[in-house]
């Protein structure tokens, strides 16, 4: 994680299941980020935001048959203030360029096989960026009712935080709300594909492939909302040009509207997503070794880390 550039580091779970355990971790902070997450929160909070509680990658393991996260929980205004550092490229912010706060979500595919995306606003961070949605932090919001406090310490260590399932269904409803449609015709695979983190996220995620029982010309489409579906038969091609366009600086994304599906940038997330789901997406074959090789000619800098039998990662707490 002290990558620099346009990088992409991934840890393929190769069908192993995933095991998540609440250890308890905590971040710690220096005392000059730390001032500068809280000052940075205050209007936020004073328009009543709350900072929910974020579960984060404390280790990984690997066995024969299975992948361990030993995870421990963060406030989502520490996530904030990080990533706002890094990108300001400030003297306290972390020398590894990234935080290891935990999103999950999945690539979502129409009944006539394409892949929905949609732009991000342009008050987020990497705006104007595509990305597959929704997806987002495995955070307490996700599994309260609105009145209660997703702040409350007793959510740092409630078991739906590090749950994949409880997080992942809340994904699930939001895009049957988001498209119109029941949550029974939205469908996901729980088994994940990687552990991953870019030069674009700067966090960490995982991910997996999900349906849709309706077509294209079937959803309900948000106004004001900008989504791109890519046809099957174009994603190899979108995915062998994103070594080119990751060139592309944030002032360039603003008002880049390419006509071809296979020409649109892609949020690093949505990238390594596409390249270990793809079989799963369109049932053909991708070599990723080779992919990945024809992407750092491009550009990129992707590194497949090593998860055989007894590896395992440990990743920062103090920043």
Same mark, same amino acid.
């Given at each position: 994680m002290t990558r620099q550039g346009r990088w992409i580091d991934v840890y393929p779970f190769s069908g192993r299941n995933l095991i998540m355990t609440d250890n308890k971790a905590r971040v710690t902070l220096n005392r000059e980020l730390s001032d500068y997450c809280s000052e940075l929160w205050v209007p936020?909070?004073?328009?009543?935001?709350?900072?929910?509680?974020?579960?984060?990658?404390?280790?990984?393991?690997?066995?024969? %048959?299975?992948?361990?996260?030993?995870?421990?929980?963060?406030?989502?205004?520490?996530? #904030?203030?990080?990533?706002? @550092?890094?990108?300001?490229?400030?003297?306290?912010?972390?020398? +590894?360029r990234c935080i290891n706060s935990l999103s999950v979500g999945f690539l979502t595919t129409t009944k006539d096989a394409k892949i929905i995306f949609q732009r991000r606003p342009p008050n987020v961070h990497y705006p104007n960026t595509l990305i597959h949605e929704p997806c987002g932090y495995m955070a307490s919001r996700n599994f309260l009712s609105e009145e209660s406090n997703p702040e409350d310490e007793e959510y740092a260590h409630d078991p739906r935080l590090f749950s994949l399932e409880t997080q992942l269904n809340s994904r699930k409803n939001e895009i049957a709300e988001t498209f119109g449609l029941s949550p029974e015709q939205v469908n996901y695979d729980l088994a994940q594909d990687f552990l991953g983190a870019g030069w674009r996220t700067l966090e960490m995620y995982f991910s997996t492939t999900g349906k849709?029982?309706?077509?294209?010309? %079937?959803?309900? $489409?948000?106004?004001?909302?900008?989504?791109?579906?890519?046809?099957?038969? #174009?994603?190899?091609?979108?995915?062998? #040009?994103?070594?080119?366009?990751?060139?592309?600086?944030?002032?360039?994304?603003?008002?880049? &509207?390419?006509?071809?599906? +296979?020409?649109?940038?892609? =949020?690093?997330? @949505?990238?390594?997503? =596409?390249?270990?789901?793809?079989?799963?997406?369109?049932?053909?074959? $991708? %070599?990723? &070794?080779?992919?990945?090789?024809?992407?750092?000619?491009?550009? =990129? @800098?992707?590194?497949?880390?090593?998860?055989?039998?007894?590896?395992?990662?440990?990743?920062?707490?103090?920043?």
């Open positions: 936020r909070a004073q328009e009543g935001w709350k900072s929910s509680w974020v579960a984060f990658a404390d280790k990984v393991s690997f066995s024969d %048959d299975s992948v361990k996260v030993d995870a421990g929980a963060m406030r989502y205004h520490v996530i #904030n203030g990080v990533i706002t @550092s890094i990108e300001e490229g400030k003297d306290f912010a972390p020398k +590894q849709i029982n309706a077509e294209q010309k %079937d959803l309900k $489409l948000l106004k004001g909302k900008e989504f791109v579906f890519v046809p099957f038969e #174009n994603v190899k091609e979108l995915i062998h #040009n994103q070594g080119k366009l990751s060139q592309l600086s944030q002032a360039d994304l603003v008002g880049y &509207r390419p006509e071809s599906p +296979q020409d649109i940038p892609l =949020l690093d997330e @949505s990238l390594v997503g =596409l390249m270990w789901g793809y079989e799963k997406i369109t049932g053909e074959k $991708l %070599d990723v &070794r080779e992919t990945v090789d024809r992407l750092n000619r491009d550009g =990129l @800098s992707i590194m497949i880390h090593d998860t055989s039998l007894e590896r395992a990662y440990k990743f920062p707490t103090e920043f």
